[in-house]
C-alpha cells in the first residue's frame, strides 16, 4: 500500500473556497475511482492557510496510472481544477509507506496532531524500531491514527498522527505520557536521533473520512 500526502499552502482568505470545491466538486468526479482518499484536513494550529489530504493507492504502478487518468478526465480539467488553481500559492508532496496503518478513531469530530520527524541520515530504522516498541506505552494516553515513513521526495522522515476530541484532551495525553517511565526511556533512547520536529494541528473538513 502507497500512501500520497498532499500538502497545498493557499492564499490567505481562500481557504474556505478550495475545501467546498474539494467536498463538493472534487469527491464527485474522484469518488474512489482514482486512488482512496484518507483524509483531508485543513490547518489550525502551525502552518497556516494549509490544506493537507492523504491517499491511499496499491502501487507505484497504479498511482502513476490513475492519476495519468484523471488528468484526462474532462470535469477534472474544466471544474476543479479551475476552482483552486487561481488560490494554491505552494503544493508538497510526499510518498509514504505505512509501518502503522490507518486506525480509525473511536469517535468523533476530533482535532488531529500530525508530527513529522526528521531523521539524521541512518538513522530512521532505528527511530521506528524504538518508536514501536514504546508504542503501547504511549497508547494508554491516547490512540494513534497512523505511523509512515517516507518513500520521495523527502526522505529520512517519518511521520505519525494522532486524533483527540479537543486540544485540552491532548494536552491531558501528552502531559500523561511524559510522566511515564517507560516513554521517558522512549525519549532519552531516541534524543539524538531526529534533526528537525514539526507539528500542525488540523481539523477534517466536512468530506474527510477522518473525523
Known amino acids: 500500500m502507497l500512501y500520497e500526502l498532499r500538502t497545498y499552502t493557499l492564499k490567505q482568505g481562500t481557504l474556505g473556497e478550495v475545501v467546498k470545491a474539494a467536498a463538493e466538486i472534487s469527491t464527485d468526479i474522484r469518488k474512489n475511482d482514482y ?5 483531508y484536513w485543513f490547518t489550525e494550529i502551525g502552518p497556516l492557510n494549509q490544506v493537507i489530504h492523504m491517499w491511499s493507492y496499491d502501487s507505484y504502478e497504479q ?47 476530533n482535532f488531529y496532531e500530525m508530527r513529522n ?18 508504542l503501547e506505552t504511549r497508547e494508554k494516553y491516547s490512540k494513534i491514527v497512523g505511523l509512515w515513513i517516507t518513500e520521495a521526495p523527502q526522505v529520512n522522515e517519518v511521520l505519525h498522527m494522532w486524533a483527540y476530541p479537543d486540544l485540552n484532551a491532548r494536552t491531558a495525553a501528552r502531559g500523561g505520557a511524559g510522566k511515564d517511565p517507560r516513554w521517558q526511556q522512549f525519549l532519552k ?11 500542525t494541528v488540523m481539523m477534517p473538513a466536512p468530506h474527510s473520512p477522518l473525523k
Not at 486512488?35 to 483524509?39: A, I, M, N
Not at 533512547?189 to 507539528?199: A, I, P, Q, V
Request: charged residues 25%; aromatic residues 6%; positive net charge.
Open 35 to 39: 486512488g482512496k482518499l484518507e483524509g
Open 189 to 199: 533512547d531516541t534524543g539524538g536521533l531526529l534533526e528537525e520536529m514539526t507539528s
Open 117 to 134: 520527524y526528521r531523521c539524521a541520515m541512518g538513522a530512521r530504522p532505528k527511530w521506528v524500531e524504538h518508536f514501536t516498541a514504546a
Open 63 to 109: 498511482r502513476g496510472k490513475l492519476r495519468a487518468e484523471l488528468s484526462k478526465n474532462p470535469r477534472w480539467n474544466t471544474e476543479y481544477l479551475p476552482a483552486i488553481t487561481p488560490h494554491v500559492v505552494r503544493q508538497e508532496v510526499r510518498l509514504m509507506n505505512a509501518v502503522r496503518g490507518i486506525h480509525l478513531p473511536a469517535s468523533g469530530p
